[in-house]
């Protein structure tokens, strides 16, 4: 079976080269102390991913440069030579309302430093690409908490401007080094998060 999202990300992803450079990037070496699930979900947030069941939901935009596997209860991404053409990966969930829960909040680790964009699509297709929000994931052992926040964020500029419906958001994709230059290595992410503004 086809799934015409994947086809649109993978499109997406192809043509991003004309996406705006990210008007803030941040350096991450531990930005907030690590949270429970439990302690996210109890305080309003909705849970997108934990990696305790499966990973079949997530997608690549290219089979031959992205490994994914579960490892343990985590995602495992290996990549090869990605970023300069915005190759990403990424999972479709349903529909979360972002303009209650505007924070994403993750898990993260990688064994080179790499830059993480996080864009999310609505339910009609369009991508909040137009303020990228760029994180720099410095190499580690250890887990780190990192925050996305989409206040405010919910513009669409490639392949034509749009307004995202911040209400109805069903997918998230996931760049890293995005326009460049090319990344190969290794990312875990876990406990996957939409939280409430602090």
């Known amino acids: 079976m086809v799934n015409f999202s994947s086809i649109s990300a993978l499109f997406l992803s192809l043509f991003m080269g004309a ?13 907030k102390p690590l949270v429970l699930v ?13 990696f305790s069941t499966e990973i079949w939901s997530w997608w690549d935009s290219g089979s031959e440069k992205w490994d994914r596997e579960r490892d343990g209860e985590v995602l495992k991404v290996k990549a090869k030579g990605v970023g300069k053409d915005y190759e990403c990966f990424g999972k479709q969930f ?5 303009t ?30 137009a303020k990228p929000i760029v994180k720099t994931i410095e190499k580690s ?17 490639w392949p034509d401007k749009q307004e995202v419906d911040a209400v109805e958001i069903v997918e998230l994709l996931v760049f890293l080094n995005p326009g460049g230059p090319a990344f190969s290595g290794t990312v875990w992410m876990d406990d996957i998060i939409a939280l409430p503004a602090e």
């Not at 439990?38 to 991913?49: P, Q, S, W, Y």
């Not at 052992?141 to 500029?157: N, Y």
């Open 19 to 31: 996406a705006p450079v990210a008007e803030k990037e941040t350096k991450v070496a531990s930005e």
């Open 38 to 50: 439990e302690d996210a979900t109890n305080k309003g947030g909705v849970l997108i991913d934990d």
């Open 94 to 98: 349903d529909p979360i309302d972002f």
């Open 100 to 129: 209650k829960n505007p924070v994403m909040r993750l898990k993260i680790k990688s064994d080179e430093d790499v830059k993480v964009r996080i864009d999310l699509k609505d339910v009609d297709g369009f991508v909040a690409n």
């Open 141 to 157: 052992d250890e887990f780190q908490t990192v925050e996305f926040d989409f206040t405010g964020r919910w513009t669409q500029s």
